[in-house]
């Protein structure tokens, strides 16, 4: 019986470890046969996300040149490196385009139709369009792949989860909500992915509370207005009449920073400098485990602050008052915040020149305005300025800040269970909308379809309505019968709608304090609640205490999302090669 591998999930995640275990396979594998069965019910490359079926409107959020789903030398792996093109070289557009997601999934179908080419000869792949609803077996045997609709399992000597982004049942606010919506006749939308939501309940001119102010109320924004037949011109929006008024608040009150809108020039800050493998070693080593705010958090400020002072200092002296080698050392030196603060002070002079992490997670903290109306142009005022920032390359500090976290971000994998707060920080500053999005925003604004409501908005189901408000204007209440929540479903494994990852939860499977299923670091085995990892079962993506930033990978960045596919493409050739040799013998 020849060795079969099963990957439920043909997205990109999914099509990215096919291209490892291709490019793994003649050093690990050579010679051998396997079967490789690819389930997804979307279809391969593209998945769900990234599918034809979706409005052309909805572009991606990164530059056409920072989108590859290939390898290169800065990829720390064991595996060899096969470059190819990014999404820009590959359709030939601008590298600064924002593509629209049909595009991006071509991209995708072609790189899956690639990397299954590139496979040897002897390995046959299967591909099954339903759904994988339960994974069986003994744990030192044969696994059995259940698939919707199939009378009989699909057996794997190995099985591999790429699921991606995935539904979830609601929580105990979420279910309330949809409760009293029922009740009084009012909309609820919950936690969705936008492109998949039902909009035809939001009627034209009526008030619709929207909680979220991040991606996903920006394709909200779009589907509701340009989607609908409004139009920009110039500075302008023209409404067409059938869109509803958007009330949108969120924790932070104001949506994610913009795309940095120019490119780097000159040196990149040394990174990592203050959080590297060897702190990251040293916080796994720890006897009583870690604390992220005590523990973590401390060295991601100071690498954060080391390559936003390396950038003011080497490329806007002028602005800074000490010799950068003489700051360097007293940095490094440095023991806590407030000694940083301290230095920082005495070297910088321009307190707008000074990194302020807090003021940069909660501009509107303490901040009060006497009228919605103040409120309005306030907000307005701040995102102009905000894209006038991220536009400006004398502002290039924070694209140096950008860096740092991206690879903070390529240690952090590494630890797991840090909680969310940290990813939500990475979303707001690095992976927001493109600039032109917040112009078209503040276009609504100024016509009236998108109102601001605040920071810390609190929606309250009374009276047969919901009702919004928020402390940035105090006083200020907005009623509506409808309400969208505008962010992701929680990758939770308890409250997962897949029926696959639920049942492995029930089976034993390990899951992290805030949900999400525990993974070995070393190659995505799947760990059970005594810490052993499954021989023959491994998951890979954002449902993970292993999930890395973003969708995509920039070029040049070292692609932890890379490295992960490649240890575990590695750890599947090598087991069932050794399977192989067993069965030989």
Do not use: C
């Not at 034209?204 to 011109?233: I, K, Q, S």
């Not at 390559?307 to 800074?320: C, D, I, S, V």
């Not at 992701?488 to 805030?514: F, I, M, N, S």
Request: aromatic fraction near 8%; charge should be negative.
């Amino acid at each position: 019986m020849r060795p079969s591998l099963v990957i439920v999930g043909a997205g990109p995640r999914g099509t990215g470890l096919v291209e490892r275990i291709a490019a793994n396979a003649p050093e690990l594998y050579a010679g051998s046969g396997l079967d490789l069965h690819l389930v997804d019910p979307h279809p391969p490359g593209a998945g769900r996300i990234w599918r034809a079926a979706q409005s052309p409107l909805l572009l991606m959020n990164s530059h056409a040149e920072d989108v590859t789903m290939f390898t290169d030398e800065t990829v720390d792996m064991a595996g060899p490196v096969r470059p190819g093109p990014t999404l820009h070289e590959w359709a030939g557009v601008d590298g600064r385009l924002f593509a629209d997601r049909q595009l991006q999934g071509s991209y995708l179908r072609w790189v899956h139709e690639q990397a299954v080419a590139a496979l040897p000869p002897e390995v046959t792949v299967h591909h099954h369009r339903r759904r994988a609803v339960r994974v069986g077996g003994p744990r030192e045997g044969r696994q059995q792949v259940w698939l919707e609709g199939r009378p009989r399992p699909l057996l794997a000597d190995l099985v591999v989860l790429a699921l991606g982004h995935l539904d979830s049942e609601p929580d105990d606010e979420q279910r309330a909500l949809a409760s009293y919506a029922d009740e009084h006749g009012l909309v609820h939308l919950p936690p969705d992915f936008t492109a998949d939501s039902d909009l035809s309940a939001l009627r034209p001119g009526e008030p619709v509370l929207v909680r979220g102010f991040g991606l996903a109320f920006v394709d909200l924004m779009v589907l509701l207005t340009e989607g609908r037949g409004g139009r920009y011109e110039g500075d302008a929006y023209v409404p067409s009449g059938r869109e509803p008024v958007l009330y949108v608040g969120s924790r932070r009150g104001v949506p994610y920073h913009a795309k940095i809108g120019y490119d780097w020039s000159g040196e990149r800050p040394p990174l990592p400098r203050f959080l590297g493998p060897a702190e990251i070693d040293g916080l796994l080593a720890r006897p009583g485990g870690f604390d992220f705010r005590r523990d973590v958090w401390p060295l991601v400020e100071k690498e954060l602050g080391f390559a936003h002072y390396h950038r003011l200092f080497t490329a806007h002296p002028e602005r800074t008052a000490l010799a950068w080698a003489d700051f360097e050392e007293k940095y490094a030196a440095s023991e806590g915040a407030v000694e940083r603060e301290a230095l920082v002070a005495s070297a910088v002079p321009d307190p707008r020149d000074r990194l302020d992490l807090d003021a940069l997670d909660r501009p509107l903290d303490g901040v009060r305005h006497g009228s919605s109306e103040e409120f309005q142009e306030a907000l307005r005022e701040y995102v102009e300025s905000d894209l006038s920032r991220r536009h400006d390359a004398a502002h290039s500090t924070d694209l140096a800040v950008f860096l740092a976290l991206l690879s903070v971000y390529g240690q952090l994998v590494r630890l797991g269970g840090i909680g969310p707060w940290w990813h939500g920080f990475f979303s707001y500053l690095a992976s927001g909308p493109p600039g032109p999005r917040l112009r078209q925003l503040l276009a609504l604004s100024r016509a009236g379809v998108v109102m601001f409501v605040g920071a810390d908005m609190a929606v309250r189901a009374e009276d047969g309505v919901f009702r919004a408000s928020s402390p940035s204007v105090p006083g200020f209440t907005v009623e509506a019968r409808a309400l969208v929540e505008a962010r992701l479903p929680e990758p939770t494994v308890r409250r997962a709608r897949d029926a696959l990852l639920r049942a492995l939860h029930e089976d034993g499977a390990a899951e992290t304090p805030d949900g999400l299923l525990r993974v070995d670091r070393s190659d995505g085995r799947i760990l059970d609640r005594s810490g052993r990892p499954h021989p023959r079962r491994f998951a890979l993506g954002p449902h993970t205490d292993g999930r890395t930033p973003g969708a995509f990978t920039r070029p040049r960045t070292g692609g932890p999302a890379f490295r992960q596919n490649d240890a575990t493409a590695r750890a599947a050739l090598a087991f069932l090669r050794d399977l192989g040799l067993r069965a030989a013998a």
